[in-house]
C-alpha cells in the first residue's frame, strides 16, 4: 500500500478559497505600495551563505535554512573534520547557500550591488516568501511572506509620515477600522537610559519596559531590578509609568524628562515633527499614539519605531511594523545609507479579516456561469456562449461532460455558481438558452442572438 504523502512540519497547503483571500490582501497592499512611489523587485529565494549567516545573532543563524551542494558533497571534507562531528565547521564545507530569512538582508545586498543603477532616494517593495527553521507553532510557520516597503538613501522624516499615511491607506481600503498606529523613537530610549543612569544597560533597561502591558508597573520594577537597574534608576523611570493625555502632551512630558539628554530630546523632537504634521494632515481610520515603551528590533533601530496593533475587539499580536535605521548597508561596506521601512503581517491580517468577516460576500466566487453538458451538439453552442460570456469579462465554463444532470447542479453548488444555463436539444431549435438563478430559483430565456442582454443583467 502507498505511503500517505505528508507536507514538511510548518509549511501549508492553501485552498483556491484562501489563495483568493490572500490575493485580495496582497492586491490591496500592492496597490497603494504602487500609489505612495514604491518600485517592486524580487531577490532569489536562496543566497550565498555568508551573505545571510552572521546578520542575525546567533539565535537567527541557527534558524536559517542550509542548504546542502550539489554532488558528493562530503567529498571535500577530510576524515579529521568527519569525525569531530563539529556542525559549524563541517556546514561551511557541505553548505554554501541557504534560504533566505528575510528579505531585510537580501535587500541590503541588492542596494550594495545595484548601487550605481539605483536613484536614490530609493523606494523599492518586495513581496515574497521566506523561510526560517523555527519551531512550529500556532501562528508561526517555517515558510511564509513578508510584505515590505523601505525607502533608503534619505533621512528625512518625512518618509515616516509617509509611511503612517501607507499604514492607514492600505488598512482603511481593507475595511479595517480601529487599527493603532504606535510610534516610538529609539533615541528616546536611549535618552531615559542616560538620564537615569544606566546606559550600560540599555537592553535590560528596555526590555523589561517593554513588558509593562503584560506584567504591569510593579512588575516591570521587578524585573528592572533583577536585571541589574538600582533602586535610584528605577524611580526615575517612574513618570513613564503614567504618561497620559493626547500625543502632544506626552511629548512634553518626555520633553521635560530628556532634557539634559541631547539625545533623547532629538528623538521627542523627532516624534514631535511626525505627530503634528500628521494632525494636520489627518487619517482616515488608523490612530496614531505615542508608546514610550515600544522597544522592537533594539539593536536594528536607530530612529522611529513603528508597530501596528489590530483593532481592540479582536485578540491578536501586532499586524504590522518597523522603524529607521542608519546604516542598512553598512553589513556589506557601503557606510551612510540611511533607511526607514515597514512591513505588514499578512498572516495575521488575514486571521482578523476572517475573525471580522471582512473579506468581500463574493471573494469565493470563482465560477459566475456554468452550462450544463446535455451532449456533444449542444455542448459545442454551450461553449460558443461560453466564450462570448469570458469575452465581456465573465467567469463562465462548460461541464466537460454529459453526465447526469443531479451531479452537474450538485457540481454547481459546490463551486457557488449562481446562474446555471441550459441548452438542450429544444433550445438548439429555438436558437436560445434558459438561465437559471441559483440563488433566487427562477429561470429566465434568452436568445443566442442577444447574449449581451444577459451580461447586462449581471452587471
Not at 563541517?90 to 545586498?109: G, N, Q, W
Not at 522597544?295 to 530612529?303: D, I, M
Not at 485578540?315 to 545609507?337: A, C, E, P
Amino acid at each position: 500500500m502507498a505511503k500517505k504523502p505528508s507536507i514538511p512540519k510548518g509549511t501549508r497547503d492553501f485552498t483556491p478559497s484562501e489563495v483568493i483571500k490572500r490575493n485580495y490582501i496582497f492586491d490591496i497592499v500592492k496597490k497603494h505600495f504602487q500609489t505612495f512611489g514604491f518600485q517592486p523587485i524580487e531577490t532569489p529565494s536562496f543566497e550565498n551563505s555568508d551573505t545571510l549567516m552572521g546578520k542575525y545573532g546567533d539565535e537567527g543563524d541557527r534558524l536559517i535554512f542550509k542548504i546542502l551542494n550539489s554532488g558528493d558533497y562530503l567529498s571535500k571534507v577530510d576524515e579529521a573534520l568527519y569525525s569531530s562531528k563539529d556542525s559549524n565547521s563541517l556546514t561551511s564545507k557541505i553548505s554554501e547557500k541557504a534560504l533566505r530569512y528575510d528579505l531585510t538582508v537580501p535587500f541590503a545586498r541588492y542596494v550594495v550591488m545595484h548601487q550605481n543603477e539605483i536613484d536614490f532616494p530609493f523606494k523599492r517593495y518586495q513581496i515574497q516568501p521566506v523561510w526560517r527553521a523555527d519551531r512550529p507553532q500556532k501562528g508561526r510557520f517555517r515558510e511564509f511572506y513578508q510584505c515590505d516597503a523601505d525607502v533608503v538613501g534619505s533621512d528625512s522624516l518625512l518618509q515616516e509620515i509617509e509611511f503612517v499615511q501607507l499604514y492607514d491607506a492600505v488598512f482603511t481600503d481593507l475595511k479595517l477600522d480601529g487599527v493603532n498606529i504606535k510610534m516610538n523613537n529609539r533615541k528616546i530610549l536611549s535618552g531615559i537610559a542616560e538620564v537615569i543612569g544606566a546606559q550600560d544597560l540599555l537592553i535590560d533597561f528596555t526590555v523589561a519596559l517593554d513588558k509593562l502591558d503584560k506584567i504591569g508597573e510593579d512588575g516591570v520594577k521587578k524585573e528592572m531590578a533583577e536585571r541589574g537597574l538600582t533602586a535610584e534608576a528605577i524611580a526615575k523611570v517612574e513618570p513613564l509609568f503614567s504618561l497620559s493625555g493626547s500625543n502632544l502632551e506626552q511629548l512634553e512630558s518626555l520633553k521635560e524628562l530628556l532634557k539634559d539628554s541631547e539625545t533623547g530630546s532629538k528623538g521627542v523632537e523627532e516624534l514631535t515633527f511626525i505627530v503634528r504634521t500628521i494632525q494636520e494632515m489627518g487619517l482616515q481610520s488608523a490612530k496614531l499614539s505615542i508608546d514610550v515603551t515600544l522597544a522592537r528590533g533594539l539593536n536594528y533601530y536607530t530612529g522611529a519605531i513603528f508597530e501596528v496593533g489590530a483593532p481592540e475587539e479582536v485578540k491578536m499580536g501586532s499586524i504590522g511594523g518597523g522603524g529607521r535605521y542608519d546604516d542598512l548597508t553598512g553589513i556589506f561596506g557601503l557606510k551612510n545609507v540611511s533607511g526607514v521601512g515597514i512591513s505588514f503581517g499578512l498572516d495575521r491580517i488575514y486571521l482578523v479579516l476572517e475573525e471580522l468577516n471582512l473579506f468581500p460576500e463574493a471573494i469565493d466566487q470563482s465560477l459566475q456561469v456554468l452550462c450544463v453538458n446535455f451532449g456533444e451538439k449542444e455542448s459545442i453552442a454551450a461553449l460558443k456562449l461560453v466564450n462570448e460570456l469570458r469575452k465581456a469579462g465573465i467567469k463562465a465554463d462548460v461541464y466537460p461532460s454529459s453526465t447526469k444532470m443531479q451531479k452537474q447542479m450538485k457540481y454547481a453548488n459546490n463551486r457557488n455558481v449562481s446562474y446555471v444555463v441550459l441548452i438542450g436539444e429544444q433550445e438548439l431549435e429555438s436558437n436560445s438558452f434558459v438561465v437559471k438563478n441559483m440563488t433566487e430559483g427562477s429561470q429566465k430565456e434568452y436568445s443566442l442572438h442577444t447574449v449581451a442582454d444577459f451580461v447586462a443583467s449581471l452587471s
